[in-house]
């Protein structure tokens, strides 16, 4: 077995950049670093790799009986040549695309590979959509913009109120997953695979597709405004998957083995970490956990058995799987064993966080292993940044991909970024009113976020994540307060009894934090046992303790009012992803815990606060 690539030297290409400036006062920021020609579709990865490597596995999930169900690059194809087979007899075209409804799964997998082979754009849709909401309002939104010709669930049981809901919205075809109990009025997905395949009306449809040609509707996940249907071009993915063999060039010598959670339902899973594995040969195993306390223990079993060579996640789960690594030495030997990456997005990873990994690295090891950010977004596929070398901290999202400028534009005291590149979307699926507004006369994305230099005399040591504009508020001092920043530092300071930390203070006197707890960081800390409520927890006085010394801390390291918390209220209500407060990636929506907890922000900010409010 050749040696594992773990060195910065070792795995990436040294970050060239050039940054220019323009007589209006921005800059445009990009790499030295060449893209490369890229393929044409994502098909040409799968057609690769089943010709060079058909009995290197593909994916992976867990079979009823608990045990890995894989499927080969050979044997996928096979089935992709028989779904689409299927999908070219239903009329279906960007005006009928595939709709998805449910989790990440071996026949969606399949399914979504095929729509990919024939030019079929599929949309897999956020499962909460279906199964958490009551009035099934944001799925019906999607669908009427969609109109799909083709919806599939599994299990179909579990979707039944959503497709019932939405029955009169569409003329598609409903497929049940094979996990399925028989269903009225739905086709079974073993009836999709028993068509025989025609190579020759699959061949010309896979030759037919274009760069431009629409991969996926994804939709944003409305953490800013109404979610909206991105349209995901070809290009858009095949150069984003490609600059990674630029600048991660170990990936083109060592196949990356992933397990992952993250949902198809977004960019981060369903196009960052799929494409990767599938544009460099490598091997995706489905993990049916997720960060929450009652689906760890899957995730925990998962990464047990299975050793990956990159780790791809968001802040909330690694503060959750810490405590897990450190109790857990099979799942640390397994864990750290071949390790080569530990990737985070979506938001800068606590310093508190990453300084524990480092040091379970160590444990196992005997070093650490490299970890690092990018940054991008839905509308571009994702990647606009990659951190192609170990960052001195947390919160570095690392320099320009090649191929994509970045334009830094003075707003205030901040700097905003605007994005311009192959990877960029050409507009909403019939929102021409947001697509013009998204873009600014020379047809940069605005994207809303800001970012800072580690160093401005040395910019290839990167940019940090600056919040984002919209998100940052004044206080009563009209003292601006930098919601990003305040928050991830605020993390680590109240580390290990802060989850998650949502802002407040807009047009008050000072910040408060209304803060998510770790409960078990919290148990462990009181000595309390599980069958204690979680209310009782955080009123012991240990918890508020160690939550005064945080706030301390902050105020005498920071720099005035708006760098620090004078005041804190802690919720034993966990974050609703009913009501939107969190994401399917385990991203806390700032305004939308705001506006659903507005008698909490009052209470934490009272001229008279009770006992339950934390005070510096």
Known sequence: MSTIARKPAELFVDPAVILEARPDGSRLFRSRLELPGFARCSGEWLERWAAETPNAILIAERGADG???????????????????????????????????????????????????????????????SLLSKDFLKLKANVELLRPGVIFADTIERFMPAINAIAGLHDGVVVAGSRSAPTAGTLPFADIEKVGADDTAVKSAFKAITPDTIAKFL??????????????????????????SVIWPFLNTQKPVICDWLPWSHVFGGSHNFNKVVRFGGSLYIDDGKPLPALLPKTVRNLTDVSPTIYFSVPLAYALLVAELRDNAALRKSFFSRLQIIFYAGAALPQSTWDELERLAVMELGHPVVMLSSWGSTETAPACTDCHFQAVRSGV??????????????????????????NLFPGYWKQPELTAKAFDEEGFYMIGDAVSFVDPT??????????????????????????????????????????????????????GFLVFPN????????????????????????????????????????????????????????????HGEMTDKGYINQRAVLTRRADRVLELHSDAPDSAVILV
């Not at 109404?226 to 990674?244: F, G, H, L, Y």
């Not at 462990?524 to 012991?540: K, S």
């Open 67 to 129: 045990e890995w169900v894989k499927v080969t690059y050979g044997q996928a194809l096979a089935r992709v040549y028989r779904i689409a087979t299927w999908l070219l007899g239903q009329n279906l075209s960007p005006e009928r695309p595939v709709l998805v409804l449910s989790d990440n799964s071996i026949e969606h997998a399949m399914l979504m590979l095929a729509c990919l082979h024939v030019g079929v754009p599929i949309s897999p849709v956020s499962p909460g959509n």
């Open 219 to 244: 939709f944003t996940s409305g953490s800013v405004g109404t979610p909206k249907a991105v349209i995901t071009t070809q290009r858009m993915m095949c150069s984003n998957a490609e600059m990674k």
């Open 397 to 422: 999202i690392g320099v320009p991909i090649p191929g994509t400028t970045l334009k830094l534009v003075p707003v205030a005291d901040k700097l905003e970024v605007r994005v311009k590149g192959p």
């Open 458 to 511: 040395r910019p290839e040591q990167g940019l940090l994540f600056d919040g984002r504009v919209a998100e940052d508020f004044k206080l009563l001092s009209g003292t601006w307060v930098h919601v990003g920043s305040i928050r991830v530092a605020g993390i680590s300071a109240l580390s290990p009894v802060a989850q998650d930390i949502v802002v407040t203070g807009h047009d008050r006197d000072d910040i």
């Open 519 to 578: 409960i078990g960081e919290c148990r462990r800390l009181t000595g309390l046992g599980d069958d204690v409520p979680a209310g009782t927890v955080l009123g012991h006085p240990a918890i508020k303790e160690r939550v005064r010394e945080g706030l301390v801390r902050m105020k005498r390291e920071g720099g005035g009012s708006s760098t620090y918390p004078a005041r804190v209220l802690l919720m034993a209500e966990p974050p609703s992803s009913e």
